[in-house]
């Protein structure tokens, strides 16, 4: 189905039919994510790879704001989502909930390894960093496995979301 933007800002969501939607063991976490445009196009990588939640962290700008809205075209509403005030503290919610989960980052580290090389088991989550510093080094401590995008070119990184994007849909593959 194709809709235009406006249709895609107010396509209305039913509460009760988000809360049979069926979610992936699958977490995002946003170590301090500045750009609001990246958290919301991150709302919507969620929405469509099903992900269980996303947690904002540290100096990430939480919903209602305009700016995660619009890019967001509404996910945020059903996303289900929580702030944390470090990335560590999302990690070890998630390690209480589950010991199993993969804590996986993405970022340029010399411990990373190519994301096109890991066998990705779930449940697992991934720590995607700020646009400028990257996932705090406390948060790369506590990952399991830190996975980074080749660079070919002259630049040296590409966006968050475009970075975060690319390792969930690798991820999914391995979705039993």
């Excluded at 194709?2 to 049979?20: E, G, M």
């Amino acid at each position: 189905m194709k809709l235009n933007a406006k249709q895609l800002r107010i396509t209305p969501v039913d509460p009760s039919f988000v809360a049979t939607l069926p979610r992936n063991p699958l977490f995002i976490i946003l170590d301090s994510v500045l750009d609001t445009y990246n958290v919301g196009s991150i709302f919507r990588l969620a929405d469509a790879v099903a992900a269980q939640k996303v947690y904002l962290c540290g100096e990430t700008l939480t919903p209602p704001n305009s700016r995660i809205k619009k890019a967001s075209i509404n996910t945020w509403q059903w996303v289900p989502w929580e702030y944390k005030e470090r990335a560590v503290d999302a990690i070890a919610d998630l390690r209480r909930m589950d010991a199993s989960i993969a804590i996986v980052a993405v970022e340029q580290d010399e411990r990373s390894v190519p994301f096109q090389h890991i066998s990705y088991k779930f449940p697992v989550a991934i720590i995607v960093g700020n646009e400028t510093h990257g996932v705090s080094k406390e948060a790369l401590d506590t990952a399991d496995t830190i996975v980074e995008l080749p660079m070919w070119g002259v630049n040296r990184s590409l966006n968050v979301m475009v970075s975060c994007g690319i390792v969930l849909y690798e991820i999914m593959r391995y979705l039993p």
